[in-house]
C-alpha cells in the first residue's frame, strides 16, 4: 500500500513539472511570436520612412535640378546676347580695318583691288545689320513692323528707319517704336538711346520738359520748342523734339554728340554706326599711324552727312539714327 502511494506521489510530481515545462515553453512562445511581430512592424516602417527620405530627397534634387535649368536659361539668355553684342563688335572692328585697307588701294589707284574691297565693307555692314536684328525676337519685330505702317499711314511725309539700321558699338541699343525721317532730319527715341549709353532720363509732363543728365553732362529740351540747351548753353534745333507713337523723338546727331559719342552715317545704305568718342579717337589715331590719317572716301563723306542729317537743321535722305523713348504726358512712357 505505501508503495503504491509513493508510486502516485511520483507520478503526481512528475505531471507537475511537465505542467510547467509546457506552460513556460508556450509562454515563451507567445512572447516570442510578439516580439518577431513587433520586430517586424519596426523594420517595415523604418524602411517605409527609409522610401519617404529618399523620395523627399529625389523631389528636393528635382526641384534643385528644375532650378538649375532655369538658372542655366537665363544664363544662356545673358551669354545669348553677350554673343551677339561681340558679333557686332567684331564686325564693326573688322569693317574698319576694311576701310583703312581701302582708303590705301584708292590712294594707289589699282581699281580693281578697289572695287573687291567696296564689296567686302558692304559684306560686313550686311552682317552688322543681321546681328542687331537678331538681338530684337520675332513679336518685337512684328510689333514694329505693324508700328512703322501705322506712323507711314498717318503722315505721308515720314518715313520709317529700320531698326537694325542703327548699330550702336558695345551697347545692346532696342528700340519700341521705329526711328523715321521727316523734314528732312532723323528722328530717334531719345530715352532708348540715352538710357543706353548709361543717361537718366526724367520727364515733368507739366511742363513737358525731358531732362537727360550722364555724369557732368545735362541736356535740357522741351516737346515743340526747337530751344534747347546742353550744360546752360541754348542751342537752336531745325526740328524740335516731339512726340510719335507716345515716345518722345530728337534729331540722332543732336543726342549723340551731345552725350560725348560719335556718329557715323552711309547715305548709300541708309546705316548709322554710334561709338564712344575714346575708342573712335583711338581707332582714328591707329589709322593716322598705319597711313596718312586718311579715312575712306565713302566713309568721311558719308559722316559728314550724318552730321547735317542727325543735327540742327541740316538735310540728308536716307539718313538712319535712332535714339530713346520718348516723353510724353505720361511720366512712365517718358
Known sequence: MKNIRRVAAIILALVMVFSLTMASAVFAGG??????????ANTEKAEKNSDAKDNKGMADDAVEAEGSETETGDDSEETSDKKDKSLKDQLMEQKKALQQQLAEVRKSGNLELTAQLVLEVKAFKKQMKAAVR?????????????????????????????????????????FDTPPVIKSGRMLVPVRALSQAYGAEVGYDPATRVITITKGDIVIVLQLDNKAVTVNGVETQLDVPAQSINNRTVVPIRFIVESLGLKIEHDPEDGTVEIEEEEEADEEDANEAEAGDGTADDNTQSSSDTAGTTAGEGSTSEGTNQGAPDTATTNENDQ
Do not use: C, F, H, W
Open 31 to 40: 512572447n516570442g511570436a510578439e516580439k518577431s511581430g513587433e520586430r517586424a
Open 134 to 174: 537678331s538681338s530684337y525676337t520675332e513679336d518685337e519685330l512684328q510689333v514694329l513692323e505693324q508700328t512703322g505702317e501705322a506712323l507711314e499711314s498717318a503722315d505721308a511725309d515720314l518715313v520709317v528707319v529700320p531698326v537694325e539700321n542703327i548699330i550702336a558699338k558695345g551697347r545692346n541699343l532696342k
